[in-house]
C-alpha cells in the first residue's frame, strides 16, 4: 500500500501540517482534510472551473495539483481572498449584477475573475469572454458575470485616470 | 472520479530520476505541471505504482537565447511562455499562441516540456515545435541527445523519447526579420481542444513565392501534420489574397473523425482554417511591402 505523507504548507496564511494520501488532490485535502469548502468539486479533471483556488498567488485548477504537490506553497481559497477584502469589488459588482444564482460557480469565478482584472486592466468583452472560458456556470449564461467584471475594470480605469486634487 | 493509489517522489537532482525510471520501468509516471497527468489519473485512465515529480529539478526552468537558438527549459509553463518578452521577441508565435493553450488556470502549471512529452496531436505546442524546426533536447542515464521535432513525433501519444529518457529542453531557432508565422485554430469553448488548428510559418519573397514554409495541423492526425502539397505550391506559386483559396483547396490530408465531427467536416474546417491564415500571411507580405516603401 502507498505511504500517506506529511506535508506543511500555508493555507490562508495559517501554517497547516498535514498527513495526506499522494493521491489526495489539492481541494479534496482542503475540503476534506481542512473542513474549507468554498471552493467546489465539479468534473475531477480540469474542465469546469469551480475548484480554482491560488497557489503561490497564481490561480490554478485545485482538482488538477495533488496535495503532497502543495508542500511549502502558500494556498489561498475564497475564504482567505474574500477575508482579506482582496473580492470586495468583484463581490459587490456581482451581487449588483446578479451574476449568481446558485453560487456553485462563483468561488471560482471571481478568483479567475480578480486574476484578469490584474493581467488586463483594459480587457474588452471579448477579452473578458475569452479570459473567463475555463469557468463553467450553468445558471447565468454569463452575460450578468461579464457585465460584473466590466463595471469592475471601468470604475478601476475611471479612478486611475481621474486628477489628483493638489494639497 | 479519485485516482487509484501510487506513491510519490520528488527527486533533488536528474540522477535520481534515472534510477527511479530505471526501477520502475512502466510503472512509474513523471509528472511535471500535471494538467493532463492528474485528469487522466483521476479518470483512472491511468493507474502508475509510483509519481516521479520533476518540479524541484530547478536546472529544467528557465527561458534563455544562445546564438541562434531560444531555448525553453521543460519546465516552463504555457504562461511564462505567454508572459516572456524573450519568446515574444524571439520566437513570436509561441507568444501568439499561449492564449489558445487551455485556460489562465492550467497555463500557470502545466508546462512546454510536459506538452512535448504527452504528444498529444491536437495540442498547440507539438504542431508549433514542427513548423518552427524545432529541437527536443532529452536526456538519460547514457548522456543528452538532440532530436528534430519532424523526427519526434512518431505516433499517437508516442515519441521519440526512450523509455528512462527525460526531456531537458526544447529550441527553436530565433525569428529573423524575413520569417513570418500565422497561428489559427477552430475551438468550440476558447482554450478547449481545438477542433482543427494550423500554424504557417516560412520567409517572404518579393515574387510572393515562401521560402521553407511549412504547414503544420493540429488535430487531424496521430501527430502534427504537414501539408506538403500545399508547403510546395507556396514555394513555388506566388501567395495572394486571391490565390489562397486555390491554395487551400488543394489541401490533401485526410483527417480523422472525432467524437463530434466526420473525416469530412475536419477537412472542410481544415480548408476554412488554412485560407484564413493564408489570406493573413498574403497581407502580412503587403504590409511589410508598404512598411519598407516608407523606410525607403
Known amino acids: ?167 | 472520479m479519485k485516482a487509484a493509489a501510487f506513491d510519490y517522489v520528488r527527486p533533488r537532482d536528474i540522477a535520481q530520476v534515472f534510477a527511479l525510471l530505471e526501477e520502475y520501468g512502466d510503472e512509474a509516471r513523471i509528472i511535471a505541471g500535471g494538467q493532463t497527468l492528474l485528469a487522466t489519473l483521476n479518470m483512472r485512465l491511468s493507474e502508475p505504482q509510483l509519481l516521479i515529480d520533476i518540479g524541484a529539478l530547478n536546472e529544467l526552468r528557465g527561458i534563455s537565447v544562445s546564438g541562434d537558438r531560444l531555448r525553453i527549459g521543460a519546465l516552463v509553463t504555457h504562461a511564462q511562455i505567454e508572459d516572456s518578452d524573450l519568446v515574444r521577441r524571439h520566437a513570436p508565435l509561441l507568444s501568439e499562441v499561449a492564449p489558445h493553450v487551455a485556460h489562465r488556470a492550467i497555463r500557470n502549471l502545466g508546462t512546454f516540456g510536459g506538452s512535448i512529452a504527452f504528444a498529444d496531436p491536437a495540442a498547440e505546442w507539438p504542431a508549433c515545435l514542427v513548423a518552427l524546426r524545432g529541437w527536443v533536447i532529452v536526456s538519460g542515464a547514457d548522456g543528452e541527445r538532440r532530436i528534430q521535432a519532424d523526427d519526434f513525433f512518431l505516433d499517437l501519444y508516442t515519441t521519440a523519447l526512450q523509455p528512462g529518457e527525460v526531456i531537458l529542453a526544447c529550441e527553436v531557432p530565433v525569428e529573423t526579420a524575413a520569417s513570418n508565422h500565422q497561428f489559427d485554430e477552430l475551438v468550440r469553448r476558447h482554450g478547449d481542444y481545438a477542433i482543427v488548428g494550423a500554424a504557417v510559418t516560412g520567409s517572404m519573397a518579393a515574387t510572393g513565392l515562401i521560402e521553407n514554409p511549412r504547414v503544420v495541423f493540429l488535430g487531424t492526425g496521430n501527430v502534427p501534420e504537414r501539408a506538403r502539397a500545399v508547403e510546395t505550391l507556396l514555394e513555388t506559386t506566388a501567395l495572394t489574397v486571391d490565390t489562397a483559396a486555390e491554395f487551400a483547396d488543394a489541401l490533401d490530408i485526410e483527417p480523422a473523425a472525432d467524437l463530434y465531427h466526420s473525416a469530412q467536416t475536419k477537412l472542410h474546417l481544415s480548408r476554412v482554417v488554412l485560407k484564413r491564415l493564408l489570406c493573413k500571411f498574403a497581407e502580412a507580405r503587403i504590409e511589410g511591402r508598404h512598411e519598407g516603401d516608407k523606410h525607403d
Open chain 1, 1 to 167: 500500500m502507498t505511504e500517506r505523507m506529511t506535508i506543511r504548507l500555508e493555507v490562508n496564511g495559517r501554517a497547516v501540517s498535514c498527513e495526506v494520501e499522494p493521491r489526495t488532490h489539492l481541494i479534496d485535502f482542503l475540503r476534506d482534510s481542512l473542513q474549507i469548502k468554498g471552493a467546489r468539486v465539479g468534473c475531477e479533471h480540469g474542465v469546469c472551473g469551480a475548484c480554482t483556488v491560488r497557489l503561490d498567488g497564481r490561480m490554478v485548477r485545485g482538482c488538477l495539483v495533488l496535495a503532497v504537490q502543495a508542500q511549502n506553497a502558500r494556498v489561498e481559497t475564497i475564504e482567505g481572498a474574500s477575508d482579506r477584502g482582496d473580492l470586495a469589488e468583484l463581490q459587490a459588482a456581482f451581487h449588483a449584477r446578479n451574476a449568481l444564482q446558485c453560487g456553485f460557480c462563483t468561488a471560482g469565478m471571481l478568483i479567475a475573475a480578480a486574476e484578469l482584472i490584474e493581467q488586463k486592466p483594459h480587457a474588452s468583452r471579448d477579452e473578458i469572454r475569452k479570459f473567463m472560458s475555463g469557468n463553467y456556470c450553468r445558471c447565468t449564461g454569463y452575460q450578468a458575470i461579464v457585465d460584473a467584471i466590466e463595471d469592475v475594470l471601468e470604475a478601476r480605469l475611471q479612478r486611475t485616470s481621474a486628477p489628483v486634487a493638489s494639497c
